[in-house]
Nanobody
Framework: QMQLVESGGGLVQAGGSLRLSCAAS????????MGWFRQAPGKEREFVAVINWSGRSTNYADSVKGRFTISRDNAKNTVYLQMNSLKPEDTAVYYCNSHPKPVGSWGQGTQVTVSS
């Protein structure tokens, strides 16, 4: 089972950028498509982006398309989320896990707060 640790969140003004990282333990990381998800206060966790095992295919939620970029480094067992042109509605706790079926233990996530 994969253990996942997210990092890189913080407080940023609208229009700013952040780069999130998700470090995974275990030798099977490169076998899985990996996704980023987020959960805002009072809302359910939602899909943000996914990248296939090789990194050659990606897909995004409509709300972040054109602003966020997902990437991965299988040698480092790490998946990234570059977030540009951030909006207050991007404020949430961000998580990573395999996609579509989460096989890792959900980490604590990393808080992203975007001020207007």
């Amino acid at each position: 089972q994969m253990q996942l640790v997210e990092s890189g969140g913080g407080l940023v003004q609208a229009g700013g950028s952040l780069r999130l990282s998700c470090a995974a333990s275990g030798r099977t990381f490169s076998s899985y498509a990996m996704g980023w998800f987020r959960q805002a206060p009072g809302k359910e966790r939602e899909f943000v982006a996914v990248i296939n095992w090789s990194g050659r295919s990606t897909n995004y939620a409509d709300s972040v398309k054109g602003r966020f970029t997902i990437s991965r480094d299988n040698a480092k067992n790490t998946v990234y989320l570059q977030m540009n042109s951030l909006k207050p509605e991007d404020t949430a706790v961000y998580y990573c896990n395999s996609h579509p079926k989460p096989v890792g233990s959900w980490g604590q996530g990393t808080q992203v707060t975007v001020s207007s």
